[in-house]
């Protein structure tokens, strides 16, 4: 299996800052690489895919970038929705894998 | 496009396990239909996959206990988890797959989840 490393496991921040999450790969998966939001109590929300594509909606305060091995998902001035727990996920390889995620705290 | 899961929220341990998840809008026909699930506190874990014609994709971890199916005419699909243990405890979403190909594992749209306390 392809494991996901995320860091850091938790951040954090406050209103306004520029917040920038690492995802690790065990092997190459080119581009193939989503990364998802969470909040308490709700399902994972597609934020980016293909590593630097924006999902439909998403703001464009989130960004990603990276292939290879070496991923990066930036919000570039968080806002107080933004406070939740992000995940990556792979797809080049069954079995799809996920990160083990970054929770974005409140200063 | 909504996805609405439903099933029993409590399983006695070495039972088996059903969700079915049901799917309102959009194409069914065009995509790839997943199950994944949450332990308490933990991440994500991918179980396995579907299309509308059955092929299937599991993850080889839970292999032997899983089977996915899925009815076209309802638009619905389901996940059996045989020999459960209080390990599969944890929240169980179904999620649409984005597209075809590497795409189909990009998960666009989910369901509302279900906790399954596994418990005697």
């Known amino acids: 299996d392809i494991q996901m490393t995320q860091s850091p496991s938790s951040v954090s921040a406050s209103v306004g800052d520029r917040v920038t999450i690492t995802c690790r790969a065990s092997?190459?998966?080119?581009?193939?690489l989503a990364w998802y939001q969470q909040t308490p109590g709700k399902a994972p929300k597609l934020l980016i895919y293909?590593?630097?594509t924006l999902q439909g909606g998403v703001p464009s305060r989130f960004s990603g970038s990276g292939s290879g091995t070496d991923f990066t998902l930036t919000i570039s001035s968080l806002q107080p929705e933004d406070f939740a727990t992000y995940f990556c996920?792979?797809?080049?390889?069954?079995?799809?894998?996920f990160g083990g995620g970054t929770k974005v705290e409140m200063k | 496009v909504q996805l609405q899961q439903w099933g029993p929220g409590l399983v006695k341990p070495s039972e088996t396990l059903s969700l079915t998840c049901g799917v309102f809008?959009?194409?069914?026909?065009?995509?790839?239909w997943n199950w994944i699930r949450q332990s308490p506190g933990k991440g994500l874990d991918w179980i396995g996959d579907?299309?509308?014609?059955?092929?299937?994709n599991y993850n080889p971890s839970l292999m032997s206990r899983v089977t996915i199916s899925v009815d076209t005419s309802k638009s619905q699909f389901s996940l059996s988890l045989s020999s459960v243990t209080a390990a599969d405890t944890g929240v169980y979403y179904c999620?649409?797959?984005?597209?075809?190909?590497?795409?189909?594992?990009?998960?666009?749209?989910w369901g509302q989840g279900i906790l399954v306390t596994v418990s005697s």
């Open positions: 999620a649409r797959g984005k597209g075809s190909g590497y795409e189909g594992g990009f998960f666009d749209f």
């Open positions: 809008g959009g194409s069914f026909n065009d995509y790839y």
């Open positions: 579907i299309n509308h014609s059955g092929s299937t």
């Open positions: 092997q190459g998966i080119s581009t193939w």
């Open positions: 293909s590593a630097s």
């Open positions: 996920q792979q797809v080049k390889t069954f079995p799809l894998t």
